[in-house]
């Protein structure tokens, strides 16, 4: 009877995870199916991933828009994202970074069911199951198997939250996997940096506390503190090494004299918890976010949203009495990530070039708002539950069959063409063009007007095939300043212009159209730079 239980739970788990996996799964396949090839800003990803193990060896991470704050690149935090893809960048499958992607997603979206189901049984697992999905439902199409920084953060921040809630419940033992997931949501974007450092002051803090209470046990586990310790050290030792790109950044931090403010803060809280909240949104355009955080929301929104913070303290209250440590670290969780939003929203640029990007770098509230929606209905269920009871068979079905209508629907919904698949077909031309026609040399300069899909491009294929590449300044600060050596001797010129007339002295070897928003045309010609002797 043991065994065919244990049985019945795996079987349950697996189904839940693999309602999880199908919109991972499915976009995927989308993309792969449209003819993927990396482009833009994930071709700029690419090329420092392939600068991994070389003289560029990236010790810090991805171009910031805090540059425009203090008028010097800035960089995000750490290099981790790079690392992480430092082998399937060099592959020639272009569908190698997506598959990482996705694959490093199923794991963290997997990590989250099965601790929700350590903490709260299997009625909290499948719950989560059906609500991390519709979360998924609020990003953009391509965010759960995409490589850009912004969206390479999101499920591995929800892991995350489980993780310090677990911490908070005195797991030691996860103490270093949450430093490096944490470590690894701050080096992708600075906008992780505050969430990510409050889920773990709570973490620690309940940590603390819980081994305090256990005064009768054995206070040992210094293996799982060094451990923590040794991870923190590797994933931290670039940004350490060159420091000054920490320096940048909090000087960018303290320039932003001009904010959204503490009442666009609050707004931002309201909208990722009063209904309709965030997470349960159709995918929304970066505007459509920053018209939310700017206007009032709807009476029904901040009332909902009330409630539930009220709730929130009331239960974390009723908790401690009962002396129901897991309640009051799931609540405290659940508050943080609220405080986080409120912090990040009200002190956000209002700078053109900044207030844009905040549809993108508030995506972290869609698991934000999740979590604290589940933390109210579980903590509710389980203060006053006499006692936890397994979920029937009946009640189990009905989940898992809520749980996989909701991943239907969400992968349904998902299969509109993603933003970037334009320029796939254009990118796979230009490509082979510049594959054919490159004569073998050591060493090419990418030059020309401001095309960052194509130019970028370009310069991960070659880097991809062991050239030494450098770039026009407008791309080359977006990779690192190693890409501005156009003191060195470069033989040939790869040279991307607007419209369909060629540089002087080039020769086109490909002529492409992008066709939306509006149709556009590109040249990409190639010069041999003449040397004097």
């Known amino acids: 009877m043991a065994s065919a239980r244990g049985l019945d739970d795996r079987r349950l788990v697996a189904v839940a995870v693999v309602v999880v996996a199908a919109p991972v799964v499915a976009a995927l396949i989308r993309a792969l199916d449209a003819g ?36 010097e690149p800035a960089y995000h935090p750490g ?32 990590g989250v ?8 049984g299997d ?49 030691l033992r996860l103490l270093p996997l949450a430093v490096l997931v944490a470590s690894f949501t701050m080096h992708c974007h600075v906008a992780y940096v505050v969430p990510s450092l409050l889920l773990l002051a709570v973490g620690l803090a309940g940590l603390v506390l819980a081994r305090r209470r256990r005064v009768r046990e054995p206070r040992s586990g210094g293996r799982w503190w060094l451990a923590a310790a040794a991870v923190g050290l590797v994933c931290w030792s670039g940004p350490l090494i060159d420091r000054d790109n920490l320096g940048t950044l909090a000087d960018a931090a ?14 931002a809280v309201e909208r990722a918890l009063g209904v309709s909240p965030w997470w349960l949104h159709r995918a929304q355009s970066p505007l459509t976010r920053v018209a939310d955080v700017v206007s009032g929301p709807p009476v029904a929104t901040w009332v909902t949203a009330a409630a539930l913070l009220v709730a929130l303290g009331v239960l974390l209250g009723i908790a401690g009495r009962r002396r129901r440590a897991d309640v009051v670290a799931a609540c405290a969780v659940a508050l943080a990530l609220c405080l986080a939003l409120y912090l990040l929203t009200a002190s956000y640029p209002k700078g053109p070039e900044q207030l844009a990007s905040y549809g993108y770098t508030s995506w972290w509230a869609a698991p934000a708002g999740m979590f604290a929606w589940l933390t109210v209905g579980w903590s509710a269920a389980t203060l006053w539950a006499r006692e936890r009871t397994p979920v029937r068979p009946r009640l189990a079905a009905a989940g898992v069959l809520v749980a996989a209508a909701a991943a239907v629907f969400v992968i349904a919904q998902r299969q509109g063409r993603s933003a970037d698949e334009q320029w796939y077909e254009p990118v796979r031309t230009v490509l082979d063009r510049v594959h054919d026609e490159l004569p ?45 050596a156009y003191h060195r001797p470069f033989d040939w010129v790869v040279d991307v212009s607007p419209g ?26 190639l010069r041999r730079i003449r040397r004097q002797v």
């Open 36 to 71: 993927y090839v990396v482009n833009g800003d994930q071709a700029i990803i690419a090329a420092r991933a392939t600068d991994v193990f070389t003289a560029r060896f990236p010790l810090v991470g991805g171009f910031s828009t805090a540059t425009y704050l203090v008028a």
């Open 79 to 110: 290099p981790l994202l790079f690392w992480l893809l430092a082998v399937p960048a060099r592959l020639h499958w272009s569908g190698a970074l997506p598959a990482v992607m996705a694959a490093v997603n199923l794991a963290s979206a997997a």
């Open 113 to 120: 069911l099965l601790l929700a189901r350590r903490r709260g």
């Open 123 to 171: 009625g909290l697992m499948l719950a989560t199951a059906a609500a991390l999905v519709l979360a998924f439902g609020s990003l953009r199409t391509d965010v759960i198997r995409d490589v850009w920084n912004p969206a390479a953060a999101v499920v591995p921040f929800a892991l995350l939250i489980y993780l310090c809630w677990s911490l908070a419940c005195g797991e």
């Open 254 to 267: 303290g320039a932003r004299d001009e904010a959204l403010g503490s009442v666009a803060g609050l707004h």
């Open 440 to 484: 073998p040399t050591h060493s090419v300069r990418v030059d020309g007007a401001f095309a960052l899909e194509l130019q970028a491009a370009i310069i991960y294929d070659l880097r991809r095939r062991g050239l030494e590449v450098s770039a026009p300044p407008d791309v080359a600060v977006q990779l690192s300043p190693d890409y501005f």
């Open 500 to 525: 369909a007339v060629p540089p002087a002295f080039a020769r086109p070897i490909a002529r492409v159209t992008v066709g939306r928003p509006t149709y556009k045309t590109f040249t990409v010609s």
